[in-house]
């Protein structure tokens, strides 16, 4: 089955850009879509085809996707930011709905 | 408003079933695949069953492929999770989550969740 790889954490001081990597064989060739979950929270998604956003998340977000490794990243880091950030992918293997083991993001 | 509320959760013994419910409002509930997502505690997001807007596409984890059942009513707006032969590593929360396609797309990802319900097997 697919396997994405997110890392375990990331650390960012307020006001400067986090950026969370998502790998994966190829991943270029599929859409990506990232989510926010805050403690307590369902997941919100925050970004969806790569590089869209939904209505309502701020501009500061914005994702890309090449070879094999998507990158979600976050302009102007705020406090209200910190949480777990999980990508996703649709595959044509096993599991179709596949998620990266999340990364939580620290806002020192 | 889109919401989607879950509901059957709960404390179940080992080897025991248990009925997971997803009552949908605020959208066409027939035109879209639902989703059941589940949250172990402390751990990240498992995708586990999906269902297409008419039923004919239904998919499974290979963790839970024999077990579980995923089910719709669309004359109800509403989502089930049939869950069989529980097992200790099925606790976790369980999410429902819109699609914001009707099937298999190549592309589906979810654009609403609900709060999800929590499930502990044990005994």
């Known amino acids: 089955s697919y396997v994405l790889t997110q890392p375990p954490s990331v650390s960012v001081a307020p006001g400067q850009t986090a950026r969370i990597t998502c790998g994966g064989n190829n991943i270029g060739s599929k859409s990506v879509h990232w989510y926010q979950q805050k403690p307590g929270q369902a997941p919100v998604l925050v970004v969806y085809d790569d590089s869209d956003r939904p209505s309502g998340i701020p501009e500061r977000f914005s994702g890309s996707n090449s070879g094999n490794t998507a990158t979600l990243t976050i302009s102007r880091v705020e406090a209200g930011d910190e949480a777990d950030y999980y990508c996703q992918v649709w595959d044509s293997s096993s599991d179709p709905v596949v998620f990266g083991g999340g990364t939580k993001l620290t806002v020192l | 408003e889109v919401q989607l509320v879950e509901s059957g959760g709960g404390l179940v013994q080992p080897g025991r079933s248990l009925r997971l419910s997803c009552a949908a409002s605020?959208?066409?509930?027939?035109?879209?695949?639902m989703h059941w997502v589940r949250q172990a505690p402390g751990k990240g997001l498992e995708w586990v069953s999906g269902i297409s807007w008419n039923s004919g596409s239904i998919g499974y984890a290979d963790s839970v492929k024999g077990r579980f059942t995923i089910s719709r009513d669309n004359a109800k707006n509403s989502l089930y999770l049939q869950m069989n032969s529980l097992r200790a590593e099925d606790t976790a929360l369980y999410y429902c989550?819109?699609?914001?396609?009707?099937?298999?797309?190549?592309?589906?990802?979810?654009?609403?969740w609900g709060q999800g319900t929590l499930v502990t097997v044990s005994s």
């Open positions: 605020g959208f066409t509930f027939d035109d879209y695949a």
């Open positions: 989550a819109k699609d914001v396609f009707g099937g298999n797309s190549g592309q589906n990802y979810f654009d609403y």
